[in-house]
């Protein structure tokens, strides 16, 4: 499925959240649902905004700028791009390799995590490995991921699998991480409800990049390059901008409760 992950970049949050962090005192637990809703409505109606996507009302300003600087407090998450050139990753039968498509969803979520108030690391912003070797490429990524101050790791990938029948998003976390398991449910929870799948739960797993990481690390499989379906929607950019809104509420919601 997937093997290494990766990090790099570093952007400012577009909002500051001082006055959200003000707001977000003394929550009661319908008060969070509240905010995680502000959150991923936000994030949401920006990305759609930014692509041109606008579904309804060209209101999203409003709720841009209100809603998701209450959950971040400028939390640095550093958003991993699988794979990269000579590293293609898994390929599809039609020849559509998962590090371009792993690069354009990272892209996506950084600006939605940037938008709702986040600070974000990309591990690479170019098509290229960070390195020569693929040993060299992971070290660099793991040092990015281990960067003081750290809050979360989300490391974007394609899934390819032997049955082409098999499709849709996964999301692992490092079997008995607490915290990463619980990032990984508010992840997947948001991507399926953002694509339109029925719920599914997060996956433990032992990968490098959960294991290496010292904050709450998840591996996002975004779909199936071996599945036909699957194979369409993630080069379909409106699919990516729900994937990638997906993930950054997924985040947003975890850091709104984690408090
Ligand atoms: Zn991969």
Not at 47 to 62: H, Y
Not at 160 to 181: I, L, N, Q, T, W
Not at 224 to 241: C, I, T, V
Request: hydrophobic letters at 45%.
């Amino acid at each position: 499925m997937m093997k290494q992950k990766s990090i790099a970049g570093n952007l400012q949050p577009r909002f500051a959240g001082e006055e959200a962090g003000a707001m977000e005192k003394q929550k009661t637990p319908l008060g969070r649902f509240y905010d995680w809703l502000g959150v991923l409505l936000a994030v949401c109606l920006i990305m759609f905004s930014l692509t041109g996507k606008i579904l309804f009302a060209p209101a999203e300003e409003d709720a841009a700028v209100s809603a998701p600087a209450a959950t971040s407090d400028g939390s640095v998450i550093v958003v991993d791009a699988g794979h990269g050139l000579p590293d293609g990753g898994a390929e599809s039968p039609g020849g559509v390799k998962e590090a371009g498509l792993n690069l354009a969803v990272a892209k996506l979520v950084e600006s939605g995590l940037q938008d709702a108030g986040f600070t974000v690391i990309m591990t690479r912003t170019g098509k290229n490995a960070l390195d020569k070797t693929k040993r060299e490429d992971m070290a660099a990524r793991r040092a990015i991921m281990r960067t003081d101050g750290v809050s979360a790791v989300v490391s974007i990938h394609m899934n390819k699998f032997r049955d082409p029948v098999v499709r849709g998003p996964m999301v692992f976390y490092m079997k008995g991480s607490a915290k990463g398991e619980w990032l990984a449910a508010s992840v997947i929870e948001n991507v399926c409800r953002s694509i339109g799948d029925p719920k599914r739960n997060a996956n433990p797993g032992d990968y490098y990049v959960l294991r290496e990481s010292v904050a709450p690390a998840v591996i996002v499989e975004c779909g199936f390059l071996s599945n036909p379906a699957d194979e369409r929607l993630l080069q379909d950019k409106a699919h990516q901008e729900k994937l990638a809104c997906g993930i950054a509420a997924g985040i947003a919601a975890y850091f709104a409760a984690d408090r």
